[in-house]
């Protein structure tokens, strides 16, 4: 019986252990996670989603600060048009998550960095390109491009000079998609280097809609695959969302596929960016604690565990502050409900907002708890204790189990040290 580790994914000169760890956002998908995948022969990723952040929290820099300080005045308004970003800021921002993480870096794998064109932040193509730039400026060894069409991304970086050194890839739910890509970007004569297939049981944002269930991860990366073999086009394809084991890994890659993303086992790692006591909440979920609901701004349906504290809050919108989600006419759909919710009852000193959510501000505060549908599988992961919770993994020990392992077989941590 195969093992992962029978197989290895092929990047230009680079030949990896085929396992590539999601980019989970705002920090949850930490250097410290990246740099693990990088050291044991993988891809990691860190995102880049709510950079100032991240690195006020990181690096202890103000960014967050000086920007709530220079539209301190708009708070009380409904129109977010005026809040921008400082494209010099966030290039720096970028600069020294990227830079640092490099800096650290080990092993024979790669890091790459998450850019989710859902951020629009208030000037989608010029904070997209500083985005993406900044981080080649860095060091970053690629971009995957998430949530979204990405349709015009490349071209805000077809100047750069590591434009066709770096590698490039983008995440796709449908061969549609993928078509799209590449006749925009036919002129380009640049074709992504990798092309990750995120079916309808991965965590986040979903692109599909509340049908997500008529789908199969399977079906659609076997249609792609096809169409790429037709086509001549020699694109690896990367299958993520549902693959909970090694065997399970194994099957994509005997269907063909240069390697798996896996994300969501990673989450109760000992490296993994999320408060231990979130990842205790993960352990905890049951399969009827996971849902899919429309609550966030994007319009993108969402997987997270139903229990989230950000779902139904009414925080007021911190856009002067974050405002990663403001479109490019400076408008949220979580300050649409909220304002709505506010008009309804002027004497609620706090509302209830049932239909969307603040994601930058719950984010921020890791009150969104996204996962991918197998989550409530992760106590079989794992040894509880006798209080009740549940021992925590390294990542080196889930990275392990997913190379090695065959079958449906999970290899279980070593029991804590008494008293631990």
């Known amino acids: 019986m195969k093992a992962l580790d029978d197989y290895r994914l092929r990047l230009g000169r680079h030949e990896l252990v085929p396992i590539m760890i999601g980019g989970m956002g705002v920090d949850i998908s930490s250097a410290?996670?990246?740099?693990?995948?990088?050291?044991?022969?993988?891809?990691?990723?860190?995102?880049?989603?709510?950079?100032?952040?991240?690195?006020?929290?990181?690096?202890?820099?103000?960014?967050?600060?000086?920007?709530?300080?220079?539209?301190?005045?708009?708070?009380?308004?409904m129109d977010k048009s005026a809040v921008k970003f400082d494209l010099g800021d966030l290039a720096e921002a970028t600069r020294l998550h990227v830079e640092h993480t490099m800096s650290s870096k080990t092993g024979s794998g790669l890091v790459f960095i998450n850019c989710m064109e859902k951020l629009t932040m208030n000037s989608p193509k010029e904070t997209l390109a500083v985005r993406m730039a900044s981080a080649l400026d860095a060091g970053i060894d690629g971009i995957t491009l998430a949530a979204g069409l990405h349709l015009g991304s490349f071209a805000l970086i077809e100047s750069h000079p590591r434009f066709r050194d770096a590698k490039l890839g983008i995440i796709v739910s449908s061969l549609r998609a993928l078509q799209l890509f590449l006749k925009k970007n036919a002129r380009l004569a640049r074709l992504p280097d990798y092309v990750v297939v995120e079916g309808p049981l991965a965590g986040g944002h979903?692109?599909?809609?509340?049908?997500?269930?008529?789908?199969?991860?399977?079906?659609?990366?076997?249609?792609?695959?096809?169409?790429?073999?037709?086509?001549?086009l020699a694109i690896p394809l990367i299958p993520a969302g549902g693959i909970f084991t090694g065997g399970d890994a194994v099957r994509f890659m005997e269907a063909g596929a240069a390697a798996v993303q896996v994300a969501t086992r990673f989450t109760v790692t000992h490296e993994c960016g999320l408060p231990d006591e979130v990842k205790q909440e993960y352990f905890r979920a049951t399969e009827d604690d996971i849902e899919v609901n429309q609550i966030s701004p994007t319009g993108y349906p969402m997987r997270m565990i139903k229990a989230s504290p950000g779902i139904g809050d009414g925080i007021r919108p911190n856009c002067e502050a974050y405002g990663y989600l403001l479109d490019a006419n400076g408008k949220c759909a979580?300050?649409?409900?909220?304002?709505?919710?506010?008009?309804?009852?002027?004497?609620?000193?706090?509302?209830?907002?049932?239909?969307?959510?603040?994601?930058?501000?719950?984010?921020?505060?890791?009150?969104?708890?996204?996962?991918?549908?197998?989550?409530?599988?992760?106590?079989?992961?794992?040894?509880?204790?006798?209080?009740?919770?549940?021992?925590?993994?390294?990542?080196?020990?889930?990275?392990?189990?997913?190379?090695?392992?065959?079958?449906?077989?999970?290899?279980?941590?070593?029991?804590?040290?008494?008293?631990?």
């Open 32 to 77: 410290a996670l990246a740099l693990e995948a990088a050291r044991l022969g993988g891809v990691g990723h860190i995102s880049d989603a709510m950079i100032k952040t991240v690195t006020d929290r990181r690096y202890k820099t103000k960014f967050v600060k000086a920007k709530q300080a220079m539209y301190k005045y708009n708070v009380d308004s």
């Open 206 to 232: 979903l692109g599909f809609g509340m049908d997500w269930a008529a789908y199969d991860l399977a079906t659609i990366v076997a249609e792609i695959r096809q169409y790429l073999a037709q086509e001549q």
């Open 334 to 420: 979580y300050i649409t409900a909220w304002n709505r919710e506010v008009t309804a009852h002027p004497e609620a000193k706090r509302v209830s907002v049932t239909d969307k959510t603040c994601l930058c501000t719950h984010m921020r505060n890791f009150e969104i708890w996204t996962c991918g549908q197998t989550a409530w599988r992760l106590k079989d992961t794992s040894l509880q204790r006798e209080d009740g919770t549940y021992q925590l993994m390294s990542t080196e020990h889930v990275f392990r189990d997913y190379q090695f392992s065959t079958g449906t077989h999970i290899a279980l941590p070593q029991p804590e040290a008494h008293g631990r």
